[in-house]
């Protein structure tokens, strides 16, 4: 458990390093659990692939990423009743097929992650993680071009998003950042513009890798 929080935690700040060194000791540690019942190694397994994945999609590497979506098909690992693993697989598949600059596969599994974050039957037990796939998938949304439908998750964000998330944390800059985005590309610039400037605020008070700061900092300036 604590390594699966540390790896969240890499993904959230882009720590590429982090991930590469810790997501095949999770692996390891999950593989060699005797207390996982038979029937559900499959699914314990293909969760722990889940963190080469992000690996393969902050890589960029189309070659990793066409891997990634062929080891982890979508037939395999995906039971319904294991709802936030299969949302997470979602937006993830999304991210590679991005990479892969296959537009219409990741417009599906964008819009199956949506289906299933609407079909959750007690939200308020799970906002935090509610609000960082919302904001993920206004993100993704954005870059398929389809700022309108982004407009509307963020709007549906903003009733809870900034009451859940730590004004001071990295989720919290992520859902204003991606905010901005959609913002400029509908063509309300004053609005980006507040609203970058305020993830600007945020990111200033992030203890971050300081040339993933650097980065960050660069594309909010932008």
Known sequence: TALEYLLDVCTGSWNYACLQKYAPIYDHVVASRSDIPQQLRRSAAFHAAYYFGVVAWMSGQKELALTWLKDVPESVGEEPWDVRNYIRRQILRARLYLVLQQNDDAQLCVDRALM???????????????????????????????????????????????????????????????????????????????????????????????????????????
């Open 116 to 222: 299933s974050i609407a079909s959750v039957k007690n939200p308020g037990s799970s906002q935090l993680e509610l609000s960082v796939w919302l904001s993920d998938a206004i993100e993704i949304l954005n870059d398929l071009g389809d700022s309108e439908r982004a407009l509307g998750l963020v709007q549906t964000d903003a009733a809870f998003g900034p009451m859940v998330f730590p004004p001071t944390s990295i989720e919290f800059y992520w859902l204003l950042q991606r905010t901005a985005g959609v913002l400029q590309a509908v063509g309300l610039l004053n609005k980006a513009k507040d609203t970058a400037q305020r993830a600007a605020k945020v990111l200033s008070q992030l203890e971050l890798d300081p040339n993933i700061a650097d980065v960050l900092r660069a594309q909010t300036d932008t």
